[in-house]
């Protein structure tokens, strides 16, 4: 377990989050201004993005319906 060090796309809060280890995008609220939003790892640190900014690849919520895996990088 390794930390994330996050920083709200709406409002620019700064926030740590508890990471696994997978590269896969997940969901935050902010505790700043209570908007969720997307955070997704990568090998060098950490994106953020608004839920409607992001594409089907993303959005957790898209790939839980989309088997296939195809999103991997
Ligand atoms: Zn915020």
């Known amino acids: 377990m390794s930390t994330l060090h996050l920083e709200c796309p709406f409002c620019g809060q700064a926030m740590d989050v508890d990471h696994d280890g997978s590269y896969a ?14 955070y997704e790892p990568l090998r060098d640190g950490v994106r953020t993005l608004r839920p409607s900014e992001a594409d089907s690849c993303s959005d957790p919520e898209q790939r839980e319906l989309e088997t296939g895996g195809s999103c991997e990088d």
């Open 25 to 38: 995008p997940r969901y935050a609220r902010c505790a700043s201004c209570n908007e969720r939003f997307i």
